[in-house]
């Protein structure tokens, strides 16, 4: 039976919220339906109806050596034959923690579990029980996954949906939650005089990726981590998506700043699902069974995410020159686009950090969600419609990354180039 992507479509509102199983992936903010997916190689994607698109989700980011890579599938395929979880300890584990340490000299632990959300979730439990404080700062636009601590002023699909907040969040624990802009030093640091001895910890991506693409402005992260220390709170780094994005290793070592904790998932499943914290030992030996701070997983640490991740690591591990070429084939892409949209007269700001960027429909700069708010997101909508038609798989809201992945070549990039030039022609 195949069926189409609207069938489906049709079907899976009928037994699954939106008809999706997170929300950024339904097309609510640019309109239209989700487009099912039959199956993936390399930097293309094939929908249920058989049209083949140019990928620039990568699955938001896990995915950068590409879809379906050889050595992945050929790895997980071999640990799938020998078991898919055996709730015992195995040398996966090791393996995988070794590699990120050594990528990270800020973890001197690190303890893995599922997804996104469970790392971040421990670190601001493991802030908490440390400082013996409650408060939590975070920055607006930023998104740490789906906790109750974490939805106030969230990036990503909250900022997709305009949702301020989420219901079904006690009002104490959001009451915990200070939020500050993106990139605002008078903020934070006014925040800091009035609770600064409250504060557990301040949360940030240290460059953010959930509002789109947003770097820290020279001397932010500096003073983060000036701050934290001086109030003896906890400085956390949410690398999930900058993990291994655009080094071996994360955007703490590429800013010279290490926090206290740091969170990582996606790329270090290499497609599975994973998350993971990290950092000082004294901290990290809170964690039970050697300290009191209780946290666990049916699945953590499970041998087809540990290998997934363990190959894709190792594929990328001293291969800085991988980076660069993303690196210059990003910057080719965005520049050839400017010139696209210049020449149609249509204002666009680019945000590019290595292998990840984001087109924004705003002629100002673009360095907090407030700035990002400005975008024309009914004209990104027309715009991502017109890439999807012509071929080209974009995230479907304008406060996401699109990210290259190592399979993205000179003929992906021509491809999208002259889907630009069709859709900018047709807006
Ligand atoms: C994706 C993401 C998360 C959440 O990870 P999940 O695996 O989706 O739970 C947390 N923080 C950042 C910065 C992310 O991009």
């Known amino acids: 039976m195949n069926e189409t992507s609207s069938q489906l479509f049709e079907e899976a509102k009928k037994i699954i919220p939106g008809g999706v199983n997170s929300p950024v992936r339904a097309f609510k903010a640019v309109g239209g339906e989700p487009v099912f997916i039959r199956e993936a190689h390399g930097t293309r994607i094939t929908d249920m109806d058989g049209r083949e698109y140019v990928d620039y989700v990568m699955s938001w980011g896990p995915l950068i050596l590409g879809h379906a890579h050889p050595a992945v599938v050929e790895a997980i395929k071999e640990q799938a034959g020998k078991g898919t979880s055996y709730g015992a300890p195995t040398s996966l584990e090791v393996g995988l923690a070794q590699l990120i340490i050594e990528a990270f000299p800020s973890l001197d632990m690190v303890r893995m579990m599922s997804s996104g959300t ?3 979730m421990t670190a601001i439990r493991l802030a908490r029980a440390f400082t013996g404080r409650e408060k939590i700062v975070k920055f607006e636009g930023c998104y740490h996954g789906h906790a109750d601590s974490l939805l106030v002023k969230a990036g990503s699909g909250v900022a997709t949906l305009g949702i301020p907040g989420s219901p079904g969040i006690p009002k104490h624990l959001a009451e915990l939650t200070i939020t500050v802009p993106f990139n605002d030093e008078a903020s934070i640091t006014g925040i800091f005089a009035e609770h600064g001895r409250e504060i557990a910890a301040v949360i940030v991506e240290p460059a953010a990726g959930n509002m789109g693409v947003v770097t820290p402005n020279p001397g932010f992260l500096e003073m983060l981590r000036a701050l934290t220390k001086s109030h003896d709170s906890l400085l956390i780094f949410d690398e999930v998506i900058t993990g291994f994005r655009l080094t071996w290793g994360g955007y703490q070592g590429i800013a010279g700043i290490y926090p206290d904790l740091t969170c990582l998932g996606k790329i270090i499943g290499g497609g599975l699902p994973v998350g993971a914290v990290g950092g000082k030992r004294i901290i990290m030996e809170q964690l039970a069974p050697l300290g009191p701070v209780y946290q666990a997983g049916t699945l953590s640490g499970n041998p087809l995410a540990m290998t997934g991740g363990i190959t894709t690591l190792a594929l990328l ?11 210059r084939l990003a910057f080719s892409l965005c520049e050839e686009m400017k010139l696209l949209f210049a020449r149609k007269g249509l204002p666009i700001t680019i945000n590019r950090l290595g292998s990840m960027f984001t087109v924004f429909f705003t002629p100002e700069p673009v360095n907090d969600f407030t700035s990002a708010s400005r975008a024309d997101t009914k004209m990104f909508a027309r715009f991502f419609r ?15 990354a699109w990210f290259l992945s190592l399979a993205h070549n000179h003929d992906d990039m021509e491809k999208t180039l002259a889907a630009c030039s069709a859709t900018l022609a047709s807006l």
């Open 118 to 120: 469970e790392a971040v």
């Open 317 to 327: 591990q001293h291969s800085m020159d991988y980076y660069e070429a993303m690196d």
């Open 386 to 400: 017109g890439m999807l038609k012509n071929g080209i798989s974009l995230p479907p809201s304008q406060f996401e």
